[in-house]
């Protein structure tokens, strides 16, 4: 009996301290597990401020992207201000942005990206880390003033021209050479023959040579049409300019008739290429004629010579004016010539900037989309075309969405 109790005794001992081992492992066991929850709850809060870090970045730098693109102010798209404004938008946030405009970079074929580097620095949990995206932004730039052209003037002097007519031609080109635009030209004088003629070129130089051509010269003789025309193709094939425009000025009609002139015209203007007048280079030159009738000129010889091998069309090369009209008709030709830019590799929908000031399509310019040109108008009250040369305007085009490259 005594043994029976005393075993029962050192049974139950041994029953309650199995039970406080248990008892405290398990106490073990539910501290490990609540640290292991802690940790686990950190590190998916360390994760999820991550992840919300990372998209602010990429939001940020999308919408800096669109507003470069649409106002062509990268200062201000990367002003603090506007990166506070961003960052802002999330609660709690920690970031702290940097914006950097790294430059354009371009491919082989001249398509350009402008490129901004956006940096955030942020505190996720466990100490600061920095991350890092580049946005890309499409970007083509034009100086409006200078282009790689040659205006050859084939200048009627032939008797009908004298009195009135004569003067205000004269005055038009005396103009239009103490302008000193950023194009090179050269004067053709005819009547019946070749009376004079300057060479391709600009400035100050070539102007007093050009003026005293005008100056010294008098009205008188026939008209002849295939002559200058020659003339002018001679000049053409002894330079290497981009692109060449002859603007033939007449208050009558050609002795020769017709036949010649456009024969001519069709066997060394016409039959280039059609992409020399899409993609003109100095190897390939793109020739167009404008002609300008002064009173009683014959519009049918004139506007069949107009044009260029793409395109004939004379409401856009040839005009027509009594002879107080004649500076603001060589004007507007001479503005037609300069004040536009092209071909150009932007897409629809384009962004278009004089500097930082967004033009209107249909007010400031159209786009040609065709040749992937852009004309602009010099139109009152705005006079944009006039704006741009006076103030060696820059134009920017953009288009397109942002894109993203993360860097880490």
């Not at 709690?92 to 940097?98: L, V």
């Not at 107080?324 to 008709?329: C, P, S």
């Not at 060589?330 to 629809?348: L, S």
Request: aromatic share 6%.
């Amino acid at each position: 009996m005594e043994q029976d109790i005393l075993y029962t005794l050192k049974n139950h001992r041994h029953r309650s301290k199995s039970k406080g081992i248990a008892a405290a492992i398990t106490l073990l066991l539910a501290a490990v597990l609540a640290l292991i929850s802690y940790k686990i709850i950190e590190i998916g809060g360390i994760a999820i401020n991550v992840n919300t870090e990372k998209q602010l970045l990429d939001t940020c730098g999308i919408i800096a992207g669109q507003n470069i693109i649409k106002t062509n102010n990268i200062e201000e798209a990367c002003s603090q201000e506007k990166l506070n404004q961003c960052i802002n938008s999330i609660e709690n946030s920690t970031s702290r942005m940097e914006c950097v405009d790294l430059g354009l970079e371009c491919d082989v074929d001249n398509n350009c990206e402008r490129i901004i580097n956006f940096t955030s620095t942020y505190n996720p949990g466990r100490g600061e880390v920095s991350k890092s995206i580049d946005v890309y932004t499409n970007e083509e730039n034009h100086e409006v003033n200078i282009i790689d052209a040659a205006v050859i003037m084939l200048l009627d002097f032939s008797g009908s021209m004298q009195g009135n007519r004569i003067n205000q031609l004269k005055n038009t080109v005396r103009t239009f050479i103490n302008n000193d635009f950023n194009l090179s030209y050269s004067v053709i004088l005819y009547n019946n023959s070749i009376i004079t003629t300057s060479n391709i070129g600009k400035g100050q130089n070539h102007g007093q040579s050009a003026l005293s051509i005008i100056n010294n010269t008098n009205a008188g003789g026939g008209t002849s049409f295939i002559l200058p025309l020659q003339e002018a193709v001679s000049q053409i094939q002894r330079t290497n300019y981009e692109v060449y425009y002859i603007l033939l000025i007449s208050d009558g009609s050609p002795n020769e008739g017709l036949g010649p002139s456009l024969e001519f015209v069709n066997n060394n203007i016409r039959n280039i290429n059609d992409n020399f007048c899409i993609l003109s280079s100095s190897q390939n030159s793109c020739i167009t004629i404008f002609t300008l009738g002064v009173d009683n000129a014959n519009t049918n010889i004139l506007g069949s010579l107009s044009g260029n091998t793409i395109s004939q069309n004379i409401n856009d090369y040839m005009y027509t004016v009594n002879a107080n009209q004649t500076e603001d008709a060589f004007n507007a030709i001479i503005e037609e010539i300069m004040c536009r830019i092209g071909p150009v590799i932007a897409q629809d929908d384009l962004y278009v900037f004089n500097n930082l000031e967004l033009l209107d399509q249909n007010i400031d310019y159209v786009f040609d989309i065709d040749n992937r040109i852009l004309k602009f108008y010099d139109v009152e009250p705005f006079n944009i075309c006039t704006e741009m040369l006076n103030n060696n305007s820059n134009i920017t085009l953009r288009w397109g969405n942002p894109r993203i490259n993360v860097l880490d």
